[in-house]
C-alpha cells in the first residue's frame, strides 16, 4: 500500500499545482491563499490531478513510451506544476482557515472514519467483482505486465482486450502506474482510488451546495449525504468506474454553479475519460445546462465568464476521444462520423445564431470563444461515436413499460429509492426560485435531460434488458446521485436566500 | 513432445498430486462451481441412506407470515435452498445465502412464505440446527445490522433490508416524510429549505450506523466467507501457476465463472497467446488444472 500512496501524493502535488493554476472565483473557507483551503478546493485538486496524470500518461504511452519511464516522468510534472504555481501566487499558509463549526469537524471526524473502515475492507477483501476485474483492473495488469497489451487495433491483445474497449483507459492508466509506483501489481491497490473518489464526493458537493448560498450546516449535510448513501460506500471498494463518473459530474455542476467555466469542462472531460456511459447520459445535460445558464446570466451580468473556457476544458476529453473515434471503431467508420459532426456543429451554431451568439463572436474579446466554437465539435463527435456504437451493439427495441419500470426501481428499493425521494421533493419546493435563477435554469434544464436521456436509453434500447435484471441500472443510477442531490440543494439554497432577502426588505 | 499426463501442479498444492488427486480435485471443483438445484420432492422423499437425510427440518406446523428464520451455520457465502409445504401439501423454495454462526434471515415478503407450512426445512444441509420463529424485539433489532454475505452481486445491488417485517426503505422514506411533513405543518412550506435537509441527514445518518456496523462485520467475518476463501485459494494457486510460467507464453482452458475470469486476470502479466502458439497449456485436461507443455508446439 506504500506504492498507493506515493502515487496519491504525487497526483495530490500535481492536482494542487494545477488547481492552483487555474483561474478560480471562488476560494474554500475564505482563504484566498492559503495551504489549507476549503474541501472542495482539496477534492477538485485531486481529481484535476487524477485527469492530467492520465492523460498524460495515455499520450505517453500512445506516443511509444514504456510504463516504468511514464512513472518516472509523472513525479517530475507534479514538482514543475507545484512550483510553477507557488512562484505565480506565493503561498500564505492559512492552516484551517477562520473558523470552523462543530458540525464541520464532525463532518471530518466522519469521514475520517470511513475512509479507516473502508482501508481496512480493501486489505481484507478479496477482488470478486466483474468488471473490476476484466475491465479495469485485468487491462491494468496487461499494461503493468507489458506483454498482453497494444495500441494496434488489428493485434489480439489491442488494449488488453478483456472488457469493452469503448471503456477510457483512465483508470487503467492510474493503476497500471500505481503498480509501478508500488513495485508490483496489487489487488486492494486496483481499488485505491475509488475509495479516494468517495472522499472526493462529500469535497466537491460541500462547494457545490454552497454556490447557492444559504447557512455553512446546510452545506455540511449536503456534503455528509453524498458519502452516507449506502450503495456509495459499496462502490468505494468496488474498483468501478461508476463512482468516478458521480464525482466528475457532480464536479462539473458544482463549478457550473460556482460560475467556474474552465474547471466545469475540465471535470466533464474527466468524467468522459473514466466511463463511456456519461457521454450519453450526463454530457449533453451539462452542456446544455452550462449554456443555459450562461444566456439567462450574461444579460444582467456582463462580466459573466463565457462559454470559451467551458469549452476548452471540456476538449481536453479530445485525445482519448479522437483515439476512440479513430482508432477503436476504425477508420472504416470516421468519415460517417464527422459528417454527423458536421451537423451536429451546424445545429449548434443555428442555436447560437438565435440568441445572437453569432455577432458577437465577431464582436467580442473571443479567440477563446472561436477556439471554443471548434472544441464543440469534440463531445458532438464523441456522444455521435458512443451514441451510435453503443445502439450498434444493443440494439434498437422499443419498450413502452421503461419509464414505469425506471421509476419502480429508483423508488422501490434499499438501493436508493431515499436519494431521489429528496431530489423530487427539494426540486419541486425549490422550483419557482430556481426558474428565477439562472443557474437555476441550469439544473432544471440538466434535471429534464438526463430524465429524458435514462429513460430514452432504456425505452429504446436493449438496454432494458439491465433495467429487467435491477443490476447493470442502479450502477447508472449510482452516477446521477451528486447530481440529483447537488440540484435538490442548490433549490434549497435558493429557497433560504429568498427567505432571507424577505426578512430583510423594509415592509 | 509427447502429451504429458500429469499436471505440474494442482489446485491443492505445489507438488503434483498423487494419481487419485486430480480426480478428487475435479468432483471437489466441480461440487463447488456448479450449482444442482434442489427439487423438494426429492428431499421430501427422505433420506438417501440408510440414517442420512438430505435436509434439515426447521419447522413445523409455523405461521410464516410472522416468523423469521434462525440458523447457526459454519461458514457464508454458500447458497441454500429454503423449502416449506403448504397444508394442501404444495411445496416452495427460496434461496438465501449463508452467514457464519447464529444468524437470522427474515424471509417475511418473500413470496409465497405465507399460511402456515406444514414443514420447513434446509435442503442439502442434514445437522443444522436452526428454527422457524416470530422474532422477539432483540431480534427485530438485531435484524438490521447483521452481516450481509460479501458477494460479486454487492456492486449492483444493496442487499434488503428490513425491520419489524417492512423493507429496511420504507421506513427511512416515512421517516423522511414524517418529520418534513411535521416542520412544514408547525411552520409553513418555508420551513421545507431546512426540514429536508435535516430529515435527509437524520435518515441517511441512522442508515449510515447500520450500513457501517454491517459492513464491518462483513469484513470481520471476510474468512469464514465459502465463496471469498475459494477465490482466495484459487487466487494465490493460478498466482503459483503464473510463476511457474515465467516468461514463457501460455494458452488459457476455458473455466467456469468467475475461476476462469480469476485465472486470466493472474496471467495477464504473463505472454498468452493461442493455443498453436503457447509453450505451456494451462489447462483442466486429466481431471486437475496445471500448466503442461503445448504438445502441438513443436509441430
Not at chain 1, 89 to 112: F, N, Q
Not at chain 1, 254 to 266: D, N, Q, V, W, Y
Not at chain 1, 350 to 373: P, T
Not at chain 2, 162 to 188: C, D, E, K, S, Y
Request: glycine letters at 12%; charged letters at 15%.
Amino acid at each position: 500500500m506504500n506504492g498507493a500512496l506515493i502515487h496519491i501524493l504525487i497526483i495530490m502535488v500535481m492536482g494542487w499545482g494545477i488547481r492552483r493554476l487555474l483561474p478560480s472565483r471562488t476560494e474554500g473557507f475564505d482563504t484566498p491563499q492559503g495551504i489549507f483551503r476549503g474541501p472542495d478546493f482539496w477534492a477538485e485538486a485531486f481529481m484535476a490531478g487524477f485527469f492530467a496524470e492520465t492523460t498524460l500518461g495515455f499520450l505517453l504511452l500512445l506516443a511509444g513510451m514504456g510504463l516504468s519511464l511514464c512513472a518516472v516522468v509523472m513525479p517530475v510534472v507534479a514538482a514543475c506544476a507545484a512550483c510553477a504555481s507557488i512562484l505565480v501566487k506565493p503561498v500564505r499558509p492559512s492552516w484551517l482557515g477562520t473558523d470552523i463549526k462543530w458540525y464541520e469537524l464532525l463532518l471530518w471526524l466522519v469521514l475520517a472514519f470511513k475512509f479507516t473502515a473502508g482501508l481496512y475492507g480493501l486489505l481484507e477483501t478479496p477482488l470478486i467483482f466483474d468488471d473490476a476485474i476484466t475491465a479495469w483492473a485485468g487491462r491494468a495488469r496487461a499494461l503493468f505486465g507489458g506483454v498482453n497489451w497494444s495500441f494496434n487495433p488489428g493485434d489480439e491483445h489491442f488494449l488488453g482486450r478483456p472488457g469493452p474497449m469503448d471503456y477510457p483507459l483512465a483508470k487503467v492508466v492510474f493503476y497500471a502506474l500505481g503498480g509501478v509506483y508500488n513495485g508490483g501489481f496489487d489487488d486492494a491497490l486496483v481499488r485505491f482510488d475509488t475509495l479516494v473518489f468517495h472522499l472526493c464526493l462529500a469535497g466537491v458537493m460541500w462547494g457545490g451546495a454552497g454556490a447557492a448560498g444559504g447557512p455553512r450546516w446546510v452545506r455540511t449535510a449536503a456534503a455528509f449525504a453524498v458519502t452516507a448513501i449506502p450503495f456509495n460506500f459499496t462502490h468505494a471498494l468496488s474498483g468501478y468506474g461508476d463512482i468516478l463518473v458521480q464525482a466528475y459530474a457532480l464536479a462539473s455542476l458544482a463549478a457550473i454553479l460556482k460560475r467556474e467555466p474552465f474547471l466545469a469542462g475540465l471535470f466533464a472531460a474527466g468524467m468522459v475519460f473514466s466511463k463511456n456511459d456519461p457521454l450519453v447520459l450526463i454530457l449533453p445535460g451539462l452542456v446544455l445546462c452550462f449554456f443555459t445558464a450562461w444566456f439567462s446570466e450574461r444579460g444582467d451580468r456582463p462580466d459573466t465568464p463565457g462559454p470559451g473556457g467551458f469549452l476548452f476544458g471540456l476538449s481536453l476529453a479530445a485525445p482519448w476521444l479522437l483515439f476512440l473515434a479513430l482508432v477503436v471503431y476504425g477508420r472504416t467508420h470516421a468519415l460517417w462520423y464527422f459528417s454527423a459532426l458536421g451537423g451536429c456543429a451546424a445545429v449548434l451554431i443555428l442555436a447560437f445564431s438565435l440568441r445572437n451568439f453569432a455577432v458577437r463572436l465577431w464582436e467580442h474579446r473571443n479567440v477563446r470563444l472561436a477556439a471554443g466554437l471548434l472544441a464543440v465539435s469534440v463531445p458532438a463527435l464523441a456522444v455521435t461515436v458512443v451514441a451510435l456504437s453503443q445502439l450498434h451493439r444493443i440494439g434498437l427495441t422499443f419498450h413502452p413499460d421503461a419509464p414505469l419500470r425506471l421509476a419502480k426501481v429508483m423508488l422501490g428499493g434499499q438501493t436508493h429509492s431515499i436519494v431521489w425521494l429528496f431530489s423530487a421533493a427539494a426540486l419541486a419546493t425549490g422550483f419557482r426560485p430556481m426558474l428565477r435563477d439562472p443557474m437555476g435554469r441550469g439544473v432544471l434544464v440538466l434535471a429534464g435531460c438526463t430524465t429524458l436521456s435514462l429513460c430514452g436509453l432504456f425505452a429504446f434500447t436493449g438496454a432494458y434488458a439491465w433495467l429487467v435484471s435491477e443490476t447493470t441500472v442502479n450502477r447508472l443510477l449510482l452516477q446521477f446521485y451528486g447530481l440529483g442531490l447537488l440540484g435538490g440543494f442548490y433549490g434549497l439554497g435558493l429557497l433560504h436566500e429568498q427567505d432571507a432577502g424577505n426578512a430583510q426588505s423594509p415592509a | 513432445m509427447a502429451e504429458s499426463s500429469t499436471p505440474l501442479c494442482s489446485i491443492r498444492g505445489e507438488r503434483p498430486a498423487p494419481q487419485a488427486g486430480p480426480a478428487l480435485v475435479a468432483v471437489l471443483l466441480l461440487a463447488v462451481l456448479l450449482w444442482v438445484p434442489w427439487t423438494p420432492a426429492a428431499s421430501a422423499a427422505g433420506p438417501a441412506g440408510p440414517g442420512q437425510p438430505q435436509f434439515s427440518v426447521l419447522g413445523k406446523n409455523v405461521p410464516l407470515d410472522t416468523a423469521i428464520l434462525s440458523m447457526d451455520l459454519p461458514e457464508s457465502g454458500t447458497r441454500l435452498r429454503i423449502g416449506w409445504m403448504s397444508p394442501n401439501g404444495d411445496w416452495r423454495d427460496t434461496e438465501v445465502f449463508s452467514v457464519k454462526g447464529s444468524h437470522l434471515y427474515d424471509l417475511r415478503g418473500r413470496p409465497g412464505w405465507t399460511g402456515t407450512a406444514r414443514l420447513v426445512v434446509l435442503a442439502d444441509r442434514p445437522g443444522v440446527r436452526g428454527e422457524v420463529r416470530p422474532p422477539g424485539v432483540l431480534d427485530e433489532l438485531r435484524l438490521p445490522f447483521q452481516s450481509v454475505p460479501y458477494l460479486p452481486r454487492l456492486v449492483n445491488l444493496e442487499p434488503e433490508v428490513r425491520f419489524l417485517g417492512l423493507p429496511w426503505h420504507l421506513w427511512m422514506a416515512g421517516v423522511f416524510l414524517l418529520l418534513t411533513a411535521t416542520a412544514v405543518a408547525l411552520r409553513g412550506l418555508k420551513a421545507a429549505s431546512w426540514a429536508l435537509p435535516l430529515a435527509l441527514v437524520a435518515v441517511l445518518g441512522l442508515n449510515d450506523v447500520r450500513g457501517m456496523a454491517s459492513y464491518l462485520s462483513m469484513v470481520g467475518g471476510i474468512r469464514s466467507n465459502a465463496f471469498v476463501t475459494d477465490i482466495q485459494r484459487f487466487g494465490a494457486f493460478a498466482d503459483g501457476l503464473a510463476a511457474k510460467a515465467g516468461n514463457r507464453s501460455v494458452s488459457i482452458s476455458h473455466l467456469p465463472w468467475p475461476y476462469g475470469v480469476h485465472l486470466k486476470y493472474r496471467f495477464m502479466e504473463t505472454p498468452v497467446t493461442s493455443k498453436n502458439k503457447a509453450d505451456l497449456l494451462v489447462t483442466t485436461r486429466n481431471g486437475g488444472i496445471g500448466i503442461v507443455p503445448n504438445p502441438g508446439r513443436s509441430k
